[in-house]
């Protein structure tokens, strides 16, 4: 039986009458009543962590998490039954900023509402889950995202040759939740003592400037995600192609068809035409992986049907630092994986270093140089400018940064996902690292982040300052007389459903878990379980049909081969 980690029970009496009442995000109404509510944080009775990581079994993981779903399934049917409302659900008035507020500002938006405002920086996976499940009836919810739809990323590598469309794998976040404000921007700057974010619009008026604005909020979700990191290898950013975006997968799918066309050209050289159908891969992750088998089918099932007087010339090579690819797999499924792509003609090469990228090689360690075509960067991610910027301004940050380069700084989030060193500060997915116990920056662990946030946000919990030392988040246990507060006491807990990935040929590895057991399976069944986990991922029918069309106009007519 695994101890528990909480010093107290997760009720705890406060015997001091207040004379305010604060809402789960500290806003303070006024009472009748004699002296100011007690600060948890002052609270000599408030649970705080003995010991992390705290140990939970499976079955009570399972069990939660089962409830929680039907919790949530709830609340979005009453969200799709009520009208959206009359009333405007954010006002903003516009006035003009003095030169102190932000830089070159234009207006400072003053959002109006009798509910605590949740900011909400994003729109991948940890953003949209709690989107989804948050409760608009108690809180405003303003979504700041420079993209205004949700992307389901791991069907990139399928969309950038054709498999599914583009639009198959997006879902608009006015329509993830019509109750969600969203303003399509980029926060720039956090102040979090002030509770002040400063934005900047994503497009530019006439003159090219860009409006900016400043937004107040209640409590503050940091969802961006991170950057491709390059790792200083000179020449990544100018020449190669990446896997984070639409725009990523339709500038490749664009690309590989001017390769193409550019090879069938009458007096092409023939080594032009090698280097043109030489498709290069960096990185030996499920993305590149997947991609460099996408690709492969793409090649073998309709390129060679267009172009047969090419596919002598074509070759897909996927290049990997470490010794083998998809490391997070057992020793078992790689070897598998590798036996695939050798079967099905991807060259791996294992134990080779990028040094350098130019306009049409790629150099490696040792002197050696592969000219290419198309290269493909899928090597890791970094910190993001306002990531950076938090971790460098906040002392517990700094401190949990320990020396890291600031490029791969995560923000240190306690077991209920609150920014160390922060007030009414959440962190989720990729841009977020637990202490003591860091997860993998997966779209699984960031939406079941999103949605345990928007829960405990939903039961009231006054979020507090972040930190193993903090107290527990709290709220009044009877909002009537608001003399007594309990604390939420189950932090994070993330249950890992395994891991797939698709490696070319109607081929796929998959590893489940569940607790200390693991299942492996490999080959068509996989690929049918592949398939099947993916449509049940997606984040509405809509999507579910448009990817099932998808996938049977491919199988019966092949991919689209136009550029545009």
């Known amino acids: 039986m695994a101890q528990n980690p909480v010093r107290e029970t997760e009720k705890t009496a406060v015997t001091s009458p207040p004379s305010k009442t604060s809402d789960s995000l500290g806003k303070i109404t006024s009472t009748s009543r004699g002296s100011p509510p007690p600060n948890p944080e002052d609270d000599p009775k408030a649970p705080r962590f003995e010991r992390w990581p705290a140990e939970r079994s ?13 919790g949530d399934l709830l609340l979005i049917a009453r969200r799709t039954l009520r009208e ?11 006035r003009k900023l003095n030169n102190k507020g932000a830089k070159n500002g234009d207006a400072t938006m003053s959002l109006k509402s009798d509910k605590p405002i949740i900011l909400v920086l994003g729109s991948g996976w940890g953003a949209h889950s709690l989107i989804k499940v948050i409760d608009t009836e108690k809180f405003e919810v303003l979504c700041v995202s420079p993209r205004n739809h949700f992307i389901f990323t791991p069907m990139l590598p399928s969309s950038a040759v054709g498999t599914v469309e583009f639009r198959s794998l ?40 860009k409006p900016q604005f400043e937004v107040a909020y209640d409590a503050v979700v940091v969802s961006v ?55 290069v891969v960096v990185g030996g992750g499920p993305t590149g992986v997947e991609f460099a088998g996408t ?5 073998r099932g309709d390129l060679a049907r267009k172009y047969p007087e090419l596919m002598d010339d074509v070759e897909v090579v996927l290049l990997q630092s470490a ?47 592969l000219e290419y075509g ?34 791969a700084a995560k923000l240190a989030v306690d077991p209920f996902l609150r920014i160390a060193g922060v007030r009414d500060a959440i962190a989720l997915g990729d841009c977020s690292r637990l202490s003591g116990a860091p997860l993998p920056a997966t779209a699984q662990v960031a939406g079941q982040q999103g949605a345990y946030v928007a829960r405990m946000i939903n039961k009231g919990y006054k979020l507090g300052t972040g930190g193993l030392e903090q107290p527990f988040p709290a709220r009044w246990k009877d909002s009537s007389d608001h003399e007594e507060l309990e604390y939420f006491s189950k932090p994070f807990a993330f249950l890992s459903l395994g891991l797939m990935a698709y490696v070319g040929s109607d081929q796929a590895i998959t590893q489940l878990e569940a607790g200390k057991a693991s299942f492996s399976l490999a080959g068509y069944l996989s690929f049918l379980l592949w398939r099947s986990v993916y449509i049940t991922k997606q984040v509405s029918t809509r999507n579910r049909i448009l990817i099932l069309f998808d996938w ?5 007519f092949g991919r689209d081969l136009s550029i545009y």
């Open 58 to 70: 499976f079955s009570e993981v399972v069990m939660d998490k089962t409830m929680d779903t039907v």
């Open 84 to 94: 959206l409302p009359k009333r405007s659900r954010i006002r903003a008035q516009l």
């Open 170 to 209: 997006l879902e608009p976040i006015r329509i993830s939740n019509p109750f969600v404000t969203y303003i399509e921007a980029e926060c720039e700057v956090l102040d979090v003592n002030r509770k002040l974010a400063l934005c900047t619009s994503t497009f530019a008026y006439e003159n090219g400037r």
């Open 225 to 279: 995600g991170e950057q491709t990191a390059t790792f200083g290898v000179p020449g990544v950013m100018e020449h190669c192609y990446f896997l984070k975006e639409i725009n990523d997968a339709v500038g490749l799918r664009r690309r590989v068809g001017q390769c193409f066309e550019l090879a069938a050209l009458p007096g092409t050289l023939e080594a032009d035409r090698k280097k043109l159908l030489r498709f």
């Open 295 to 299: 690709l492969r089918d793409f090649v």
């Open 323 to 369: 010794q083998s690819i998809l490391t997070q797999f057992s020793a078992g499924l790689q070897q598998r994986a590798l036996d695939t792509f050798r079967r099905t003609g991807v060259a791996v090469r294992t134990g080779v270093r990028v040094i350098a990228v130019t306009q049409d090689q790629v150099v490696l360690e040792g002197g050696d140089r």
């Open 374 to 407: 198309v290269c493909v960067w899928s090597t890791g991610n970094a910190a993001r400018p306002l990531v950076q910027s938090i971790a460098g301004a906040v002392p517990a940050q700094r401190e949990a940064l320990q020396g890291r380069n600031p490029a």
């Open 552 to 556: 049977v106009k491919t199988r019966i």
